[in-house]
């Protein structure tokens, strides 16, 4: 069936640096991908996504690029403050109702 | 216009009780999800709902739960006869009304409901 892998599980990075996280699908027909940040005890929410018809988006300090061909897509994350640290959760959607998760990244930034 | 409304934030029960979790959707959407998350994992699917239809329950297990969404009122999610395997985080998510075939909306989650069986 459809699978989204996301690596890694668990990033730590020096505030100030870059935190990069990968996420990759099976289903060539997904053409929707967003991505969710969830902090501890909270609700997952949108950060960022990008359609098929695109291949990078920015938003601050956030950016996502995505590679149809090799079927991935990646989350980056510029400066990292404290605040960024949670769980990070990529997705894939085929233009359905489904919206196939990955594993999560759990992010650290350390001051 | 407020989020989806999911309670209670909170639930305990006791083993063999019946849990019924609500969720209401952002205003103007009529599309439903559940999802559940046990402690350190992935948001794992278990059922899809438009307005008094049950489009996708394949996530969900066939015995003891069960899910609504009626014309009126918030979306159910019930578990019946509770083992202590159901304790997790049960999130609800709500997308806008589908146009001319396009799901590409991003699913909007609640706060979750967080059940614990003892």
């Known amino acids: 069936g459809e699978n989204v892998e996301q690596h890694p599980s668990t990033l730590s990075v020096q505030e100030g640096d870059s935190a990069v996280i990968k996420c990759t699908y099976s289903?060539?027909?997904?053409?929707?991908f967003p991505w969710y940040k969830q902090e501890l005890g909270k609700r997952p929410q949108l950060i960022i996504d990008?359609?098929?018809?695109?291949g990078e988006k920015k938003d601050q300090r956030i950016a996502v690029t995505l590679n149809k061909t090799a079927k991935h897509f990646s989350l980056h994350i510029t400066e990292t403050q404290p605040e960024d640290s949670a769980v990070y959760f990529c997705a894939a959607s085929p233009g359905t109702y489904k919206y196939i998760f990955g594993t999560g990244t759990r992010l650290k930034v350390l001051a | 216009n407020a989020g989806v409304m999911q309670n209670p934030r909170h639930l305990v029960r006791r083993r063999g009780q019946e849990a019924r979790l609500r969720c209401s959707p952002m205003k103007g959407h009529s599309h439903v999800y559940w999802y559940r998350q046990l402690p350190e994992e992935g948001l794992k699917f278990m059922v899809y709902?438009?307005?008094?239809?049950?489009?996708?329950e394949s996530g969900m297990p066939k015995e003891r739960f069960s899910a609504e969404f009626p014309k009126e009122g918030p979306s159910i999610l019930r578990i019946q006869q509770v083992v202590r395997g159901d304790s997790a985080a049960y999130f609800c998510?709500?997308?806008?009304?589908?146009?001319?075939?396009?799901?590409?909306?991003?699913?909007?989650f609640g706060n979750g409901t967080r059940l614990t069986v003892t």
């Open positions: 990008i359609r098929s018809n695109v």
């Open positions: 998510a709500s997308s806008p009304r589908s146009v001319g075939g396009d799901y590409n909306s991003p699913l909007h």
């Open positions: 289903d060539s027909a997904s053409n929707y």
């Open positions: 709902l438009q307005k008094e239809n049950i489009i996708d």
